[in-house]
């Protein structure tokens, strides 16, 4: 981890550094699973902190190990959601907890270019901000993780995940914590850490984009890597479709005024 937070205080700000630097708090080490985090522990810009032990975040969990159902376990983690698309879950089905209250949410992921069209596109340049400046699917795939946030037990927590844990988990991550009023920065850099979390995921991804596409290992990692640009693009779409990101949570994930207190007052403390 050292190693780690060296090389991302090289390429990342100051608040960006200090996400990482405190991951002995957030990072949930996992033996079969990368990028694994509790989103709380931020301060909030009226004071308060997220609480922590209750919303985590993940990139694929199909190969958990029992030690891993363990502590799936003590964190009393039986509420699953999957932003995956159908091809793409049934390929690596989710390996948790027997009884757990499992929910697939694929709205925008079925459509997804595979390996080969993804190549094409990087090739044209940017992928990522395309992706991200698209919020038609949003309001489908996040509403049923917004609406048992509303009603998660005190005693329950619940985890969501894709495949990476960056993108589809980083834009319900920064509409969470948007949510509950961390600051614009901080939740940028929680989403940009995982460049560094999924180190690992993302070496063998991007040797095999170099192959397909004919272009240097930097300029993939230049074309694939998560900045804060990807999310104000997110942010900034929500505006434009429907005046306010308020107006976004109220119209697609049933959000409202009221909700939205419910939320602060159960996750932050």
Known sequence: MKKLILVFSMLAPVVAFAQLA?????????????????????????????????????????????????????????????????????????????GSRYTLCPAGSDSLPNAAMMADIIKQGGFLEKF?????????????LFQELLVLPANESVMYHCTGGRDRTGMATALFLYALQVPQDVIEADFTASNVYLAPMNARMFQGLQQMTGMTEQQISKAMALKPEHLRSMFNSLKNTYGSVENFFSKELGIGEKELRTLREKYTM
Request: proline fraction near 4%; aromatic fraction near 8%; hydrophobic fraction near 30%.
């Open 132 to 144: 991200y400046s698209n919020v038609t699917p949003l309001g489908e795939r996040y509403k049923p």
């Open 22 to 98: 405190d991951s002995t708090q957030r990072l949930v080490r996992m033996q079969g699973a990368l990028n694994f985090r509790d989103v709380g522990g931020y301060k909030t810009r009226d004071g308060k902190t997220v609480v922590t032990g209750k919303v985590f975040r993940s990139a694929d969990v199909s190969r958990l190990t029992d030690q891993d159902l363990k502590t799936l376990e003590e964190k009393h983690i039986h509420t699953v959601f999957d932003f995956r698309g159908r091809k793409e879950a049934a390929a690596a089905p989710d390996h948790i907890l027997p």
